[in-house]
């Protein structure tokens, strides 16, 4: 390790990925260096109206610019390397090290931001480790719903830190890549100084079963299936896509891919050879009529209900060639992620509908998490033996039940923290503390908007989505005589056609409260406005019991 | 029975619960006349923007009017009799019959509408018929999570139809009363004509726990407790507030009740002998702070993460008198229904951030459904024996599994019915067919609106909350000089503080675009506005990659 001196000061920072399933980021710091792992987006809540992503504040790493040394990833799905384009545009070129797989996941990312030449890519193989200015960065295999994921071990001077956000332990691994158990068990006996851990599955007792169980399922489904076959999965998820593919030869039926993102990730998997695709195997999906039914398998996008997916299209019955009827079988191999249950419910309404047979997440061995349970925690929580731990990658109620996990196998309560976003925490082998709070939290992106969208943004979209707008438009000269107007336009609130007389009552209102400012030689317009809506306000709700925003405009001629 | 003759012609005609949960009702015709079960409301799925209910259209029932003979009602949650004030506004006094609970709840939603003077209610106990018009219909009880729920007999000349939601078989029911299982069996011998059953937990293995179980959980809970006990129910679940009420005495405490619903039902409840509320036990919220914390329970509601609620408020730390912290106990006592996942997990953790210990469904035993799950639900086939049946109560997938676990037990797929809502199915014990379809569907209730918001309405308020509104205000004269403006105004679009330049920039293009108007000679108002709309559209879509409403607004002075 590059760091030996005994007084050196090792430092902590979440900026993302606690008290939250997303964003995942962390700092890393030693003496002046930096280190960041993961830059990762969130997908909005709803009342995120409109915002397409979620993103780490990162002020603190742009005032500390010339201290940042490279950022290292555990693996390459979103929550962990989404931010990375809006990153690099703020920080310029910072060196980027990952698995092959991740960062081949990466490339398109940059390349669709014009960022791909710009920025230095280093890969770093499982089983090896890296130097990453002063830091000295080793990958870990473990298992995770994508391959070549990695916990990372920074070493530092007094014992290395353990990050394992994503993993899980499949002991029978589809591709015969168990995680590495025995370095985790070595580096536990080196002495870890605080271990990291993935709180996802926090609340589900016992294993998290092994991907090879779903291989058996998707094999039980093709045997019995009479017509086409329709599998809907993650699209980064190559080990559930391995199985497809060899329950397809297995059955002689040829493959049709669909959905953006599962065309190209498996091209990206296919190329970097995490992926055996047999020759011929693959079609067009224009040539799925070309094949008698029971001779072809469509592997699809979809799985989250997402409106726009192949599988909701097909579903809803308006994909531009793929139907779905009688006897055909549809595997949904996947499980809704919360705030995505109505939408998937819906799409399986669907697909029973047109009489397909359905077989998804009501049926055991469907789909299984790519996160470790209860008793994996454990075992990483018992193969590490870390000084203290940081529970990460949950809500804070997975966080809580994670801490008391820990607190079961040994860990003292007073080793296990759950800091905020911001807090720095100082940590040496005699005492770990909370040294400073930096501005953290998070940035929302709409569009090509980066932080444009805030709370008062945010409550006006909210406002409207629930009764709409009235605009009160009106005219006025000089004088504050009334020239036209005025009118009272509405969207979102009643139909038009139920509403003549409550609009043409509403107009009146309007007239009398402008009357009544006419009147009093009320001329300033805050307050002809604020009259105009006071008036407005009581009376539609009186009538309606609802709330639209009122908006008055006033013109002057 | 009343319809005796042989050649009686019996239909039934399902005006809502098929295909979705909520809003259940469904007409019983013989000869003439008709019957009606349940007239339930449904609770607004997302993309119902602002929309407060869901009812069920009832032109049929309007256009014949004078051949219903009365509504009932197997038991008093909202989607059960929810929409009754609706209904009977709009059909007079219809006679109601249901048990005295079921009555007990529903007179209070009478009261609130001033329709309780004016409408007849007649009380019938479990395992009596009532003659309703010339139909005999028997109220046999089940369990639920509703004291005194009813599946309903109604006797025709070719056997009886029983309608059974809600419903479970709990063998050691809180109250002891068990479903009447042996009528069912004798109903069964005698040679049901059609089963109508609860749909709601089809995709469930096994049997529905016992409510009991919930009470040794909440035993426990109150054993282990230190300090203050919260407890977040379903206010309507009697068995559970029992249960709760128990605990309490036997640990020596104290009963707060928090929660408008709770209030009112607890009293009805109370009234009508379904609870059991010791004298003194029960003390006011405002007095809780009176007692030492290790002597007092809050019951309240919250448990759907309801943002008005006491749970959410109190977790919030914005309740006006009760707080939570350090060493106190909240039980979740529920399930998070589909769509409330997201706010429940979100209570939780602010309750776990408070550092209150938690109880909620990650927790086996704090909750059980109030439905039959799969081999119930064989058992009820298995007791009725029915000649057709029609899985009710469920969105499609669950009608879907419900009748493959009929066939599974031994009815013909040819006899296992899903009709759309509004087709009306003519049954004799020859055959069972379609005779005819009726206008049946959805009607939205928005603050006092029935039905005036629709497709138009909802889809603006869909636009309005993905990216706001862009209104271009200008006035012009008779010849279409302009006389003020083009002026931009925005709500939910963008900070005004950050879209200086845009703003200006996009009143240029309204500006040019009305200025090409002028020079070809354009003035009518519908060309005017679509050309700026036009202008607009594209030139914010390329600049932020977003599509708010634009609304051109045009004055004439």
């Known amino acids: 390790m590059s760091f030996n001196n005994e007084i050196d000061s090792v430092s902590i920072l979440p900026l993302g990925g606690i008290g939250e399933i997303g964003k995942n980021m962390m700092v890393i710091e030693i003496d002046d260096e930096i280190l960041i792992i993961d830059a990762g987006i969130k997908f909005p809540t709803d009342e995120l109206y409109g915002v397409d992503y979620v993103i780490p504040d990162i002020s603190y790493l742009l005032k500390n610019r010339d201290r940042i040394q490279g950022i290292a990833l555990t693996h390459g799905h979103m929550d962990h390397i989404g931010a990375l384009p809006y990153v690099l545009k703020k920080l310029g070129d910072v060196p980027i090290y990952g698995t092959k797989l991740t960062l081949g996941l990466l490339r398109g990312k940059l390349e669709e931001h014009n960022l791909l030449s ?5 890969h770093v193989y499982p089983g090896h480790s890296v130097e990453i200015g002063s830091f000295d960065v080793e990958f870990i295999r473990v298992n995770h719903s994508l391959s070549d994921t990695c916990a990372l071990a920074v070493h530092t001077p007094s014992g290395p830190i353990v990050y394992a956000s994503d993993f899980k332990f499949d002991q029978t691994p589809v591709d015969g890549q168990m995680a590495d158990i025995h370095r985790l068990a070595e580096l536990g006996d080196e002495g870890v100084l605080a271990l990291f851990s993935d709180s996802t599955n926090a609340e589900h007792e016992g294993f998290t079963r092994s991907e090879k169980e779903v291989g058996e399922t998707i094999e039980k489904a093709f045997k019995d299936a009479e017509q086409k076959i329709i599998v809907a999965s993650f699209a980064s998820n190559f080990h559930r896509i391995q199985q497809v593919i060899d329950a397809a ?41 070309k094949y008698p039914s029971d001779k072809v398998v469509l592997l699809t996008t979809g799985s989250q209900g997402e409106p726009m997916a192949a599988l909701t299209r097909i579903a809803r019955g308006d994909h531009y060639h793929i139907s779905v009827g009688d006897g055909d079988t549809v595997l949904v191999s996947a499980t809704a992620i919360p705030g995505n249950a109505k939408a998937v419910g819906h799409t399986i309404n669907q697909l029973f509908e047109r009489g397909a047979d359905v077989i998804y997440e009501a049926i055991t061995g469907v789909h299984v998490s790519g996160h470790a349970s209860q008793e994996e925690l454990k075992l990483m929580l018992n193969l590490t033996r870390p000084q203290y731990f940081f529970p990460v990658h949950g809500e804070y109620r997975h966080l809580h039940l994670h801490a008391k996990l820990a607190q079961e196998v040994g860990v003292p309560q007073e080793n296990t923290f759950i800091p905020d976003l911001g807090d720095k925490v100082h940590l040496s082998k005699d005492r770990a503390y909370i040294e400073d709070s930096v501005r953290a939290g998070r940035i929302l992106v709409d569009g090509l908007g980066v932080g444009d969208v805030g709370n008062v943004v945010l409550r006006d979209r909210r406002l409207l989505s629930e009764n709409g707008i009235l605009m009160v438009v009106v005219t006025i000269d000089n004088d504050g005589n009334i020239l036209a107007g005025p009118d009272i336009i509405t969207r979102g609130f009643v139909y038009v056609r139920e509403s003549g007389d409550l609009i043409n009552d509403a107009t009146q209102k309007a007239e009398e409260a402008l009357r009544e400012c006419e009147e009093q030689g009320i001329t300033e317009w805050s307050t002809l406005k604020s009259n105009i809506r006071d008036a407005l306000d009581d009376y539609i709700y009186h009538r309606t019991k609802r709330n639209p925003m009122i908006l008055p405009i006033i013109m002057e001629v």
């Open 249 to 289: 030869m297995q059955f002689n039926r040829k493959i049709a891919l669909s959905g953006r993102s599962m065309l190209n990730n498996v091209d990206i998997a296919k190329d970097l050879g995490y992926l055996d695709i047999p020759e011929g195997i693959l079609i067009d999906t224009n040539d799925v009529d």
């Open 118 to 122: 710009d920025t230095y890519l280093r």
